[in-house]
């Protein structure tokens, strides 16, 4: 396999077997986004400690492969963050996909590296940074 078939698969596999895909009964913040170019819809829930670190996050969502497979993989990086930490990495990763610019892998963007092909198809960043602004959306909301 190359990069781009690695990358694909990890695309299809968050889209199709998602780990934080669920509704939080209990939470602290949620907010929802739309994309009005595509129709994809994000909603995050969360909960913080008192400190803001988010201690749980869960999400519904009714969108296309790209924007579940990034949400789903935002829930993973974005757990234990604050709303500043949340809002420095979503800004990093935007940059880094509309730039082309190469995630290391040992960065902490490093599970989006399948993303950074989108850099080619503009129209579709929104999908992947949907997620992110709703989460950023939420923890503003607490």
């Keep these: 396999m190359d990069a781009e078939e690695i990358y694909q698969a990890v695309i299809m596999d968050r889209a199709r077997h998602p780990r934080h ?13 739309v994309n009005p170019l595509c129709g994809d819809r994000v909603t995050v829930r969360l909960c913080c400690d008192a400190g803001g670190r988010i201690t749980e996050l869960g999400y519904e969502a009714r969108a296309c492969a790209i924007c579940l497979a990034a949400t789903d993989l935002m ?9 500043a930490e949340v ?20 960065s ?14 503009p129209s579709r960043i929104g999908c992947a940074t949907l997620g992110w602004r709703s989460l950023s959306m939420a923890l503003r909301n607490q």
């Design 21 to 33: 895909q669920r509704r939080l009964e209990v939470f602290d913040a949620e907010a929802r986004e």
């Design 75 to 83: 829930a993973d990086i974005a757990s234990g963050m604050t709303a």
């Design 87 to 106: 809002d420095a990495t979503a800004a990093m990763f935007e940059v880094a996909i509309r730039s082309g610019e190469s995630i290391g892998e040992d």
């Design 108 to 121: 902490i963007l490093s599970p989006l590296r399948p993303f950074q092909a989108l850099r080619d198809t």
